[in-house]
């Protein structure tokens, strides 16, 4: 039988997506949770499901620089992501508000950061439903138009995130910036200015023929009819 392999980014990527639920139980167990242990567990997991989808979002514009490992642990942020998201709705429908569904739809319809944060969970089911092998292989190239849904599902909770803050809203804000430049790097002038550079890169990288002798001289016209800056 075949022994699962995993490489480095795989055990760096599971062990630091469970760290978190691990320092939080650890600390619930201490009843190091704060003055007020719910809204700490609130707060942590849904920072924690921020951080964990923007991550999954930065694999491509990653691999497009050329560190194409990072394809290699997108879908298990994504779904990271959503587990966190799940933990942290459970928390505030069950534990917060102890599953009254009417207090909840309260919530729901007077609140524009509760209505913007179920938005983002709501968009991340359809998926994590799609997100095997076999869904990617039936869906073809619907799969890739339906996962673009993570991009509004990340601009969704950034809002939702943007909108709860009473004050301070420099974190949230950081946040919205660092969305904004992945979401970006998907824009097609873009994307095609970084593969670019990626390939040019890999090229000059590469040990010439003779002495001095590169394969690609700057300012030569590629096959895509760009020139090299
Ligand atoms: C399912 C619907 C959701 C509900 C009802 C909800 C509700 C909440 C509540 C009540 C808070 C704490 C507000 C406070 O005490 O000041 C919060 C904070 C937060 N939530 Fe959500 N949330 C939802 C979904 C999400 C999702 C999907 C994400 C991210 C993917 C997310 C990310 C955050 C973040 C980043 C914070 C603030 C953390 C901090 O300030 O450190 N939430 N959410």
Request: charged residues 15%.
């Amino acid at each position: 039988m075949k022994r699962p392999s995993f490489s480095a980014i795989q055990i760096i990527a599971h062990v630091g997506a469970w760290l978190p639920l691990i320092i939080l139980l650890w600390d619930a167990s201490q009843n190091q949770l704060g003055v007020n242990p719910i809204q700490d567990m609130t707060l942590r997991s849904g920072k924690t499901a921020l951080v964990l989808l923007l991550l999954s979002l930065a694999a491509t514009p990653a691999a497009m620089l050329g560190f194409r490992k990072a394809l290699k642990i997108r879908r298990a942020l994504g779904l990271y992501a959503f587990g966190y998201a799940l933990i942290h709705l459970f928390i505030y429908v069950g534990l917060d508000y102890g599953f009254d569904l009417h207090l909840l739809w309260l919530e729901l319809t007077e609140k524009r950061y509760v209505i913007a944060g179920f938005t983002a969970w709501l968009l991340m089911v359809p998926l994590v439903l799609t997100s095997t092998r076999g869904w990617q292989r039936r869906l073809g190239r619907r799969w890739k138009t339906l996962h673009r849904l993570a991009y509004i599902s990340g601009i969704a909770a950034t809002v939702h995130f943007v909108w709860l803050v009473k004050s301070d809203v420099r974190t949230p804000l950081a946040f919205a910036g660092i969305l904004l430049l992945l979401l970006s790097a998907r824009l097609p002038t873009i994307r095609k200015r970084l593969t670019l550079r990626r390939r040019l890169g890999a090229q000059y990288s590469k040990p010439c023929q003779k002495e001095g002798e590169s394969e690609i001289e700057p300012g030569v016209q590629l096959a895509n009819s760009q020139t090299v800056p």
